[in-house]
């Protein structure tokens, strides 16, 4: 049983034929051919595939929070200035506390770096220690063999200086002896002058004398000489044979150089005592 519509007045018809067979319609009287209407088939709803239970719940993905940078780089950063600083200037400046601080800062550097995964921290840490451990090694080695020839320069600056008092104490010694002496004549030896207590007998002796050999040389015989005549001169070997003073009868102390100081020597060394 179907029904459907006359086309002519609309009426609803209800026939049990099969379609495109031809009924009258009870109102009109018009005859029409049963339609064809396609049966469409229920749909059922599809039973969703069941997923086997596992007894696994998910798990959450857990995000775990950013680790908070503890100021590794700048340490090694700092510690690799301060190595080249305790290289260069260090030494000049304060030798070895530079480079000390670059060790200390740079070990610190390694030890964040190696708790925060900083890779880009190693390299400055690890120079500034090496540059570090140079300047604390390198540089009083430096500074020594820099300053060692000033060194050196000063003690026989020292020691010239030392000489020279000798003479002019040796030379106040003899003219007060000529001032006592009723002809005003000068000494014939250093023991007069010492013995009359008139200069210390340790001022006979240079700081630089070889042991064993005398330090001065005094030329007697010159109360008539003219006041630039040598009285007292040194040993050629002291001050490392570079020359020596010379004692002159005004009481004037000069150290002469070689090879004038030499011609001296020669030329007084025969009646020198």
């Given at each position: 049983?179907?029904?459907?519509?006359?086309?002519?007045?609309?009426?609803?018809?209800?026939?049990?034929?099969?379609?495109?067979?031809?009924?009258?319609?009870?109102?009109?009287?018009?005859?029409?051919?049963?339609?064809?209407?396609?049966?469409?088939?229920?749909?059922?709803?599809?039973?969703?595939?069941?997923?086997?239970?596992?007894?696994?719940?998910?798990?959450?993905?857990?995000?775990?929070?950013?680790?908070?940078?503890?100021?590794?780089?700048?340490?090694?950063?700092?510690?690799?200035?301060?190595?080249?600083?305790?290289?260069?200037?260090?030494?000049?400046?304060?030798?070895?506390?530079?480079?000390?601080?670059?060790?200390?800062?740079?070990?610190?550097?390694?030890?964040?770096?190696?708790?925060?995964?900083?890779?880009?921290?190693?390299?400055?840490?690890?120079?500034?220690?090496?540059?570090?451990?140079?300047?604390?090694?390198?540089?009083?080695?430096?500074?020594?063999?820099?300053?060692?020839?000033?060194?050196?320069?000063?003690?026989?600056?020292?020691?010239?200086?030392?000489?020279?008092?000798n003479l002019q104490q040796i030379g106040w010694g003899?003219?007060?002896?000529?001032?006592?002496?009723?002809?005003?004549?000068?000494?014939?030896?250093?023991?007069?002058?010492?013995?009359?207590?008139?200069?210390?007998?340790?001022?006979?002796?240079?700081?630089?004398?070889?042991?064993?050999?005398?330090?001065?040389?005094?030329?007697?015989?010159?109360?008539?000489?003219?006041?630039?005549?040598?009285?007292?001169?040194?040993?050629?070997?002291?001050?490392?044979?570079?020359?020596?003073?010379?004692?002159?009868?005004?009481?004037?102390?000069?150290?002469?150089?070689?090879?004038?100081?030499?011609?001296?020597?020669?030329?007084?060394?025969?009646?020198?005592?």
């Amino acid at each position: 049983m179907q029904q459907f519509a006359c086309p002519s007045c609309g009426k609803l018809i209800s026939a049990a034929t099969d379609p495109g067979s031809f009924v009258q319609c009870p109102l009109c009287s018009q005859t029409v051919t049963v339609p064809f209407v396609p049966q469409i088939p229920a749909t059922s709803a599809q039973p969703q595939p069941q997923i086997p239970a596992t007894g696994v719940q998910p798990q959450a993905q857990v995000q775990r929070p950013a680790k908070k940078s503890s100021g590794s780089r700048g340490l090694a950063v700092t510690s690799l200035v301060f190595g080249l600083l305790g290289v260069s200037v260090g030494i000049f400046a304060c030798p070895g506390v530079l480079s000390l601080v670059a060790i200390i800062l740079g070990a610190v550097a390694l030890v964040k770096s190696s708790d925060d995964d900083a890779e880009s921290s190693r390299g400055p840490a690890i120079g500034g220690v090496v540059t570090g451990a140079i300047g604390l090694i390198a540089g009083p080695v430096i500074l020594f063999v820099l300053i060692f020839p000033a060194f050196n320069a000063m003690r026989d600056m020292g020691e010239k200086t030392f000489c020279q008092s000798n003479l002019q104490q040796i030379g106040w010694g003899i003219e007060m002896y000529a001032d006592q002496d009723p002809d005003g004549a000068l000494p014939e030896n250093m023991g007069s002058v010492v013995n009359a207590g008139y200069m210390m007998a340790f001022s006979l002796d240079c700081p630089t004398q070889v042991a064993g050999q005398q330090s001065y040389f005094y030329v007697p015989g010159q109360s008539s000489a003219e006041p630039n005549a040598v009285v007292m001169f040194e040993n050629p070997s002291n001050h490392g044979g570079t020359g020596g003073h010379v004692l002159y009868k005004d009481g004037s102390v000069v150290f002469v150089e070689d090879p004038e100081f030499q011609n001296i020597v020669d030329q007084y060394s025969d009646r020198a005592q």
